[in-house]
């Protein structure tokens, strides 16, 4: 199976001869993307600015199928179509990816080529550095690629509170980028996990990639397991008077024997300010973690705010 936002990628690469840097590619994706209204992918502040772990997902697999390859040299890693893709008719049908897009898709990849085919890797970040700075806020090279008036705007875009919050948050109905976005903007310096089991078959949301992507993004990450609750106890919860007897139960028992971890979180909260519980469910009525919130905002004496993003 291959998604319709895959087809975009191939087509981008397909449109400039069929070879790009990783950089390039992820910087043209998203230059893509802001002239769709339904965007094939989002994207985050990064290390080299925008960036979509999705996309870049996207490459391993195709790469597994043969589709595309990936080449590593002293300049850096080019993402290309495998000339064996011509035979790939199994998957995609007709190997000519442009064709398979919608018009209007296919018109935006066609302008990206005449606007941005004959540029360098630098010019084509320099330009979304530009343009989009608040994409350029985590960028490890901006100082060398941009003038001192350019940073500043780029500084301009940072988020950055003093007083102490506490916030919860579901990743339902999230891709990691928009979620970690969203933290990005509360200015979130510490993701406490308080899922039982931090697996989940969403992409991005499995401890060890979300906890990357959060380094990535300058956010620590931190599981707090003991804080969870058994995946056999939400099996059947119908209504939301089903999650209240389950939470009622909830801070009747784990609550009551977690101080250590909950006194742990109200002392990060004195330390870095911003912290934010995450779970699954996007209502927050339907999560534990708006019960261990109160928990923790009552042992701050109710001084430390906190709201559900």
Known sequence: MTYYRQKILLALLEVFNGRLTAKQLQKLLFLATRHQDIKSYDFVPYYYGCFSFQANQDVLTLYNKNILQITETPNGR????????????????DTQFLSQLKSEDKQIILQLKSD????????????????????????????DILTTEELIKISQQKRHYT?????????EGHTLESYL???????????????????????????????????GVGIKYIHIPALGIESNKRSSLDCQADYDRLFNEYENTTLR???????????????EKRIALTCFEKDPKQCHRTR?????????????????L
């Open 116 to 143: 941005f085919g004959s540029m360098s890797q630098n010019q084509l970040i320099r330009f979304t550095y530009i343009n989009y700075p608040f994409y350029a806020i985590k960028s490890k090279i901006a100082k």
């Open 78 to 93: 080019y993402i290309s179509i495998d000339n064996g893709t011509k035979t790939q008719c199994d998957l995609f049908g």
């Open 163 to 171: 007083e102490p919050y506490l916030f919860t948050i579901g990743y």
């Open 257 to 271: 024997t977690a101080n250590e971890q909950l006194n742990y979180i109200v002392d990060l909260l004195h330390t």
């Open 292 to 308: 261990v919130a109160n928990a923790i905002v009552k042992l701050t004496h109710n001084k430390i705010p906190f709201i559900s």
């Open 181 to 215: 976005k969203v933290l990005i903007l509360k200015d979130i310096q510490i993701l406490c996990d308080v899922r039982k089991n931090a697996y989940s078959q969403k992409y991005g949301f499995s401890k060890s990639i979300l906890e990357k992507a959060c380094i």
